[in-house]
């Protein structure tokens, strides 16, 4: 707003998107809501210039302001391609059906085929963008990405930024590493292009980013194949990028009780109006606001939500069972600043192995300052945990003061995700009575069920809530429990991995697919909840299962059955 010293314009959405949007809108009054998935819509090419898709289409009959089910079709199949036929099928070259050394601790045959199939499944997912989004890029939402992807399936057909993290550890255990720096490079192409990496590699997803773990690839990729000259192409992007996170709308500053400035993160994104992917859903949504600006205000909550990657939870609502409660934008998250301190590690240290001393100094500082910010802000020494940071004082303030009531005491997955940089973001040192505590406070926290983590305790029919546990979750918190130091830390990581694992197996027994998420509640259940039908493929799955499966092994006599 014109009174704040940030600036936060908005994107501008492109002639393209607004068409396929008035599509999407038109065609749900006449296929009406059940199975209805708008996303569909803007992903869909055109196969002539929309000058003359629009002119067709204004011309369509209407019946009582409706097109007709069949002049809807006949339409669809006249101008436009498939959705997903702009991203075509590629073979990974890089792909054997057995890697050398695959797998060498899974002694178990059930588990060693079952993982086979599992890390066949990168041969599914695996995409480049079609040689006719080169040729018309007006004619398609797809970007141009340059190199192969991994995509993580059905509804989701094209790169995702936090997806790939796991895609990546996964592909690593394939020891696919040309395909995972194919993914760097597009998200470092992507970065070149916008300034951040995009929360999907499409255009109406340009206003806002996904939780910032670009530089964890490239180090993930480098602790493989000390690839150097990788990292040096790498670097300048990484650096762009953590500009991005650091300053203007995202940068929130805190004075602690001692009067200790604090520069944290916040996710926000540059959009006010219905995420097009999900406009007809937002519209329903915004229309209990009443006046525009309200509904504005709504709209940048939802798509800020989106760039968290927890879309949707109750985590962001002052009112867990009410989603336009949404408070995206007044939170400083945990975990976006978990993430943003590795950044700091990872370019320091990368910064040093390529001989530039003044940029290792100078995130090396930026690290500890931000270690600093993270125990004072969100470490919560009665809980035992990390709590999100609420800001309740006015949002154009250049520095909010710190009161402990706007911890949020509310327990989320993400509430222990610093342990994923355990003893340095922790601040906590080697002190294990620390580290004791936080493992209790975490089995009593109710986050661990039969199945895995859930990602948080309030069932509100929202996807990043009860009963689900999603992949990325379940990995952080067991990397960060297994790099503890503590033997009861790496021996609680092992007994969540194979909960996991089995739910993983079993599901897939049953339904011939790995999920997006599962139901934690028992073991072999898949997940449910939120906006869209939940999916198969899955990217994240997969990769999760197989690096879980590479740092725990399974042995020869334990079941991979599901105890019951
Ligand atoms: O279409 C609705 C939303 O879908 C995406 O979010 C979900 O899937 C992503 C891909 O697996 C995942 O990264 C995200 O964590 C999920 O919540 C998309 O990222 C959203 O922007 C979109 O509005």
């Given at each position: ?160 930024y936090w997806?790939?993290y ?30 951040h990496v ?11 980013s996904q939780p910032p773990l670009l530089s964890s ?21 990484l650096?762009?990028e953590y500009?991005f996170w650091i300053?203007?709308?995202h ?14 993160s ?41 760039e968290?990657g ?25 975990d976006l600043n978990t993430y943003l301190?590795k950044v ?221």
């Amino acid at each position: 707003s014109s009174s704040c010293t940030v600036d936060d314009r908005t994107y501008s959405t492109t002639p393209l998107v607004s068409f396929l949007q008035r599509l999407q809108s038109e065609a749900l009054k006449t296929l009406g809501p059940s199975s209805f998935d708008p996303k569909f819509y803007v992903d869909l090419p055109l196969k002539k210039d929309l000058s003359l898709t629009e002119a067709a289409f204004w011309k369509l009959p209407r019946v009582k302001g409706i097109i007709p089910e069949n002049y809807l079709h006949r339409f669809l199949e006249a101008y436009f391609d498939d959705a997903g036929d702009d991203m075509v099928y590629t073979e990974p070259e890089d792909f054997v059906p057995e890697p050398v050394e695959f797998l060498p601790k899974v002694f178990n045959p059930k588990v060693r085929v079952w993982a086979l199939e599992v890390h066949s499944l990168w041969k599914n997912l695996s995409r480049r963008v079609s040689d006719n989004v080169k040729k018309y890029p007006e004619r398609h939402t797809l970007l141009p990405l340059p190199e192969p992807v991994i995509i993580p399936g059905s509804r989701f057909k094209e790169v995702y930024y936090w997806d790939s993290y796991w895609i990546i550890r996964g592909l690593l255990v394939s020891k696919m590493y040309d395909t995972a720096k194919a993914i760097v490079n597009n998200l470092v192409w992507l970065v070149d292009a916008y300034g951040h990496v995009l929360n999907g590699a499409r255009v109406y997803y340009a206003n806002r980013s996904q939780p910032p773990l670009l530089s964890s690839m490239v180090m993930e990729i480098y602790k493989r194949t000390g690839d150097l000259e990788f990292v040096r192409k790498s670097l300048p992007s990484l650096m762009k990028e953590y500009t991005f996170w650091i300053s203007g709308i995202h940068k929130v500053m805190i004075r602690d009780l001692h009067g200790h400035k604090h520069s944290l993160s916040r996710y926000y994104a540059r959009w006010n109006k219905p995420r097009p992917e999900s406009a007809t859903i937002d519209v329903e949504s915004a229309s209990k606001f009443l006046n525009d600006s309200d509904k504005e205000a709504f709209y940048r909550e939802v798509a800020s939500t989106a760039e968290t990657g927890w879309d949707f939870s109750s985590r962001w609502m002052s009112n867990s069972f009410d989603l336009s409660t949404l408070s995206t934008t007044s939170i400083v998250p945990v975990d976006l600043n978990t993430y943003l301190y590795k950044v700091e590690l990872d370019i320091a240290f990368f910064a040093q192995q390529l001989g530039d001393i003044k940029t290792h100094e100078k995130f090396f500082k930026a690290s500890k300052a931000r270690q600093f910010a993270i125990r004072s802000i969100f470490w919560n020494a009665e809980m035992n945990q990390w709590l999100d940071y609420w800001i309740r004082s006015k949002d154009c303030e250049d520095v909010h003061q710190f009161e402990a009531r706007n911890q949020n005491d509310r327990i989320f997955a993400s509430n222990f995700i610093p342990m994923w940089n355990w003893k340095h973001a922790s601040g906590l040192g080697e002190n294990n009575i620390m580290v004791e505590r936080i493992l209790e406070s975490f089995q009593k926290s109710g986050l661990l069920q039969p199945a895995g983590i859930v990602t948080s305790l309030s069932n509100n029919g929202q996807q990043w809530d009860f009963p689900n546990g999603w992949s990325p979750l379940q990995h952080l918190i067991i990397e960060g429990l297994s790099n503890s130091g503590s033997k009861a830390g790496w021996e609680l990581a092992q007994d969540i991995a194979v909960r996991w694992i089995r739910t993983n197996y079993a599901a897939y027994n049953t339904t011939g697919a790995m999920h997006e998420k599962y139901d934690v509640k028992g073991c072999g259940k898949v997940g449910g909840g939120g906006e869209y039908k939940p999916q198969t493929g899955f990217g994240w799955s997969n990769g999760v299962v197989l690096a879980l499966l590479e740092e725990f092994g399974w042995p020869f006599d334990r079941d991979i059955e599901c105890r019951s």
